[in-house]
């Protein structure tokens, strides 16, 4: 069984920047990719970033050059870095590992990955 659990949200005011953390119990760097993913009130959640095994990594357009995702694997820990924050960037924010398919176009996918954590929340203010 993997846990995983996301810390680092918080309030910021328009171009700031946040780290996320998300922590997993068990080998979650076993799994073939993991990924950040976020839901706003009213909306579906959607894929912000994946991290495949070898590295590679996925963005949605949205968040192109303002967020990188890493990993550390001696931590377990899947980071989520975010700069130059918008009020659009405010969601509820998961991590998630394991997909049921393995493969770099699935890493945005959320109906592919089989653990999750609770979520952090960010807000952004203008």
């Known amino acids: 069984q993997v846990q995983l659990a996301e810390s680092g949200g918080g309030s910021v005011q328009s171009g700031g920047s946040l780290r996320l953390s998300c922590v997993g119990a068990g080998n979650i760097f076993s799994s073939c990719g993991m990924g950040w993913f976020r839901q706003a009130p009213g909306k579906e959640r959607e894929g912000v970033a994946g991290i495949d095994d070898v590295g590679d990594t996925r963005y949605t357009d949205s968040v192109k050059g303002r967020f990188t995702i890493s990993r550390d694997a001696d931590k377990n820990t899947l980071y989520l870095h975010m700069n130059s924050l918008k009020p659009e960037d405010t969601a509820m924010y998961y991590c998630?590992?394991?997909?049921?398919?393995?493969?770099?176009?699935?890493?945005?996918?959320?109906?592919?990955?089989?653990?999750w954590g609770q979520g952090t929340q960010v807000t952004v203010s203008s």
């Open positions: 998630a590992a394991r997909p049921r398919t393995c493969g770099w176009w699935l890493l945005l996918d959320a109906s592919q990955y089989m653990y």
